[in-house]
């Protein structure tokens, strides 16, 4: 089997597993039509805010990418049984510019964003896509120690707040 073959076995999978059914781009066309909406396109992206049926891959081996975008589109679609929140977005340049800012901090920690990772590193596990299933691992743990620096930033911070207030107190 061809690899766009592949990919679209898998994305026909995943439309009836998650019961979604997204327009789903890849190659060149998907970076094309990422352009067109809003910028670059890096693995893979679902752009809710533009278009809530619309999945884009860059590569059509990268099955866990397709696993994860596809995932974001479930959570949108069932966001009110299972809690995941969607910001509405902001108009105007700088709303929107800080609301993108305050997501690209947030990632990290991001329930959505660690819920895909989970479900498309056990995808690909239980098609028999190991290194696909690695790759997602892999996010979930660069995940994991951004939270942790950014966790342990804070934590420093506070005590750097205490010890200034402690020494002007005590002037
Ligand atoms: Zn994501």
Known sequence: ???????????????????????????????????????????????????????AVREVKSIGTLAHEMRHAWQYKYRN????????????????LLQRIKYKHNYSFDKRELDANKFAANYCKSVGLFNESKRMKNNIVSNNIASGLMISSYVMLLVLGCVIYNFVMTV
């Open 81 to 96: 049984e299972n809690n995941f929140e969607f910001e509405i977005p902001q108009t105007g340049f700088i709303k929107r």
């Open 1 to 55: 089997m061809n690899d766009e073959l592949f990919f679209e076995a898998h994305a026909e999978n995943l439309r009836r597993q998650l019961r979604i059914d997204p327009e789903i781009f890849w190659g060149n066309e998907a970076i094309y039509i990422v352009k067109d909406i809003n910028g670059n396109l890096a693995k893979g992206i679902y752009i809710w805010e533009n278009d809530i049926d619309l999945v």
